[in-house]
DNA sequence: CCGGCCTGCTTGTCAGACCAGCAGTCCAGC
DNA sequence: GCTGGACTGCTGGTCTGACAAGCAGGCCGG
């Protein structure tokens, strides 16, 4: 107990320790470069050396980015972060720990659970006027444009079932083939928007790095194309269904159907 | 898209990803020394520094740790991520202020929601001699043992005095338990093992990550006591009704419970 | 006035050196 | 023979000085 941190305080975890709690308690404010490395060795008393490897571990961090080769290092703006070292925290810790690919999804989905109940709550119950239920219906709103980009494309695509739905908005001069790369950006984007509809950004951070460790999952377990019209279009409709629940306040219904809308896409997937 | 490597590339950089990929992808195992410095600088035919920038960059990641000053770097145990870097991307993410604290306990309500759920589920619909659910039963058992801790502190207590606790200033000196850390200890031992019974890996490791972050957000926001002994009963009483529900098998229940728990737990404590 | 050069900064990299620790070895003295 | 201490060779941690490449700004000549 009496010897907690006496363990290793190496002069370059001193350095980096100092930098990182200036640029944490605001000393430092994003945007801001930080010294040059030979006033740094100055300022600390320390040689070259020592400061490059502390700064190193700062721009690991991500506490500390660089635009050009040359350039200066500077403090990011804090949303770099989430998509920084919290996502690549996230990749190691499932591909090290061999967390298997269900376990992931399961915790997709209670992430995206939660928001898509927590924006339906604030859709459903907060007053009009209320500044966050106007974020929620923007970011609602986001989703929906989604979800019409994505019924564009299938609608662009050569019909091969009868079924094609009512659509208000066609635009048949577009490129022939439906693009699966765009297709893929659109449902990112629409699941994304939704979750920002929660208003809870930590929800977003991690459901963002949690999405995109299963994306590096599945990339690496196989190289799927998992893109039937049929299985599109029940994507589609499915992200409509869920969309309406949140856009209708009701809670329990968003969380069910994306509950199934999630483990349904992914046990189609994974095959094996 | 694919704007990845093309920004920057390097030595050290190329030097870590290397390094990166051979201890992901198992060719070196968790508890492998990496080679000397030296011997690195030999292998990638680059200098001392290029290699220990690199190392830099791995240990930040928590891809390589030290047990003493001059020992070598080894790769760690998978679970060590999660304590480590994982935790302080999202201790950084909420000090650089762009995610409050509600959101965090929100988030740590949807996980821990999840994870009684599934538990509950696990014991009250799998079969007897299902292996999961038997490893669930365990870590209920540890649950419970924890809970009994936390209670014997309680019991070992002399009742307190009146609890005028409008007064946190005044008599600071009489704890409501003999050993608060202990207790606190028994606390999060009770959470880990309802987490753990859900059997899911991704699950209890960020789970831990943001209530570790949680936790250090709270120590820097306020010197906590928030230990009167009405506040401990009631936590144990929570805990109690948690932990019947999901051997119970309720997996509703539970999820509700839970949620009230963490929720009114963090609402008594931060007043501001 | 404008363009090119030059100087001075920056980061990236290298080579070599030294220190403090730790482990294994090996020899001397008991 | 056995034990103790010195010795040797490793490790990481740190420093020094040097050079290349790239960028910015100033300065000088046309």
Avoid: W
């Amino acid at each position: 107990m009496s010897f907690r941190a006496v363990t290793r305080n190496p002069a370059y975890e001193q350095v980096a320790q100092q930098l990182r709690e200036a640029i944490l308690d605001g000393q430092l404010r994003p945007g801001d470069e930080l010294p040059s490395e030979r006033e740094l060795c100055a300022q600390f008393g320390v040689s070259r050396t020592t400061v490059r490897e502390a700064l190193r571990a700062l721009q690991t961090q991500g506490l500390a980015v660089q635009a050009g080769p040359t350039a200066p290092l500077r403090v990011p703006q804090p949303d770099a972060l989430s998509t920084g070292p919290l996502r690549d925290s996230l990749v190691h810790l499932m591909k090290l720990g061999r967390v298997p690919l269900s376990d992931l999804v399961e915790l997709r989905c209670a992430l995206e659970a939660a928001a898509v109940a927590t924006a339906a709550n604030t859709l459903g119950l907060a007053p009009l006027n209320d500044p966050a239920r106007q974020r929620a219906a923007a970011h609602v709103a986001d989703a929906r444009a989604a979800l019409d980009t994505m019924r564009r494309q299938l609608a662009d695509t050569p019909p091969a079932a009868a079924g094609s739905d009512a659509d208000p908005a066609l635009a048949p001069a577009a490129p022939a083939v439906a693009d699966v790369a765009a297709f893929e950006q659109a449902d990112v984007a629409f699941h994304v928007a939704l979750v920002a509809a929660s208003g809870n950004e930590a929800l977003q951070l991690v459901m963002l790095a949690v999405r995109d460790s299963i994306s590096t999952h599945l990339r690496d377990a196989l190289t799927g194309d998992h893109a039937s019209q049929r299985t599109l279009n029940r994507l589609a409709r499915q992200h409509e269904a869920i969309l309406a629940a949140v856009e209708a306040g009701d809670a329990r219904d968003a969380e069910l159907l994306l509950r199934d809308h999630v483990i349904g896409f992914y046990r189609g997937t994974t095959r094996r």
